[in-house]
């Protein structure tokens, strides 16, 4: 009985501090509703700014960029990330798809490197650069030809070439970049970036199908196809010039010879017609091949 009138009158005492103690201290309830201050950066964060950055610069016709892929989770992981295993990973995942492997390329691997230093540099982690370069425009920089380019990114504390591919192929975008059937060469590039006292990886693959994979247009076939447009241009109006020349005559010998001449005119005109459209056909037939192999 002693005991419980003892443990009652603690509580009540308990009670009584706790009330005194938020009356006294009105910032304590605050403090515990606030929760736990984080003084990292969320990547998070740092990744939605980067997107609303890419947002503003227009889409290029040709280029694949998904946004950058970011890993959230900060632990700290012993991994690494090499050029030669993320290829291996890459060509892993379109091998078991059926697809033919991707060939690396030296260029492209320049690619790559130029534009990973230049994101660590200036200090920021998107497609496009604060000066609005992107990896097309370094691509043409470096002298890579390329029909279509696409690049994946990502950063973060991925464990080994393993975990960072398993993350792209997991994102939609980037999946579709490693397992684009289009593409034929492939530059990698891998660094870790000073964070916070110690280093994340940062990751760059760039890929590319170059000119040759698609049968050229012969540019010589356009040039001829002019030369005849403005053959036919000047042929029409010398025939109409003619044509009206004849219907003011009289008749006679001179307007006979007239006529004769206007229907070897016409017959010059009616050939470098046809002349023209076959031009026009084989050109059009290249182009529509070209296309269609871009497209497949």
Not at 1 to 12: D, H, P, Q, Y
Not at 20 to 30: A, G, R, T, V
Not at 200 to 213: D, E, K, L, N, R
């Amino acid at each position: 009985m002693c005991s419980k009138k003892l443990a009652t009158g603690i509580l009540f005492v308990l009670l009584l501090f706790l009330f005194f103690l938020l009356l006294l201290f009105p910032s304590f309830k605050d403090v515990l509703e606030g929760g736990i201050i984080t003084l990292s950066p969320s990547f998070q964060e740092e990744q939605d700014k980067e997107e609303e950055k890419e947002k503003e610069v227009e889409e290029r016709e040709g280029v694949f960029s998904p946004g950058p892929l970011v890993k959230e989770d900060n632990a700290i992981v012993d991994g690494l990330l090499t050029e030669r295993g993320i290829m291996r990973e890459t060509n892993n995942h379109r091998e078991n798809d059926g697809l033919a492997p991707l060939k690396k390329d030296d260029e492209l691997d320049e690619v790559a490197r130029i534009k990973l230093d230049n994101m660590i540099d200036k200090g920021y982690f998107a497609h496009i650069s604060p000066s609005g370069k992107g990896v097309a425009d370094i691509a043409e920089e470096v002298g890579y030809d390329y029909l279509i380019i696409g690049d994946n990114l990502a950063r973060g504390n991925y464990k080994d070439d393993e975990d960072v591919v398993s993350a792209w192929m997991e994102s939609p975008g980037h999946k579709e970049n490693i397992m684009d059937e289009r593409y034929e060469d492939i530059g990698i590039a891998v660094k870790k970036e000073p964070y916070e006292g110690r280093g994340i990886w940062m990751a760059v693959q760039v890929f590319g199908m170059p000119v040759s994979a698609c049968p050229e247009v012969n540019k010589s076939l356009l040039e001829r196809v002019e030369e005849k447009k403005e053959e036919a241009e000047d042929l029409k109006m010398e025939k109409e010039s003619l044509k009206k020349e004849i219907e003011e005559m009289e008749r006679g010998e001179a307007y006979v010879n007239k006529v004769e001449e206007y229907n070897d005119l016409v017959d010059a005109y009616n050939s470098l017609v046809d002349s023209l459209d076959s031009l026009i056909g084989e050109y059009n037939h290249q182009v529509k091949l070209r296309e269609e192999c871009i497209n497949k």
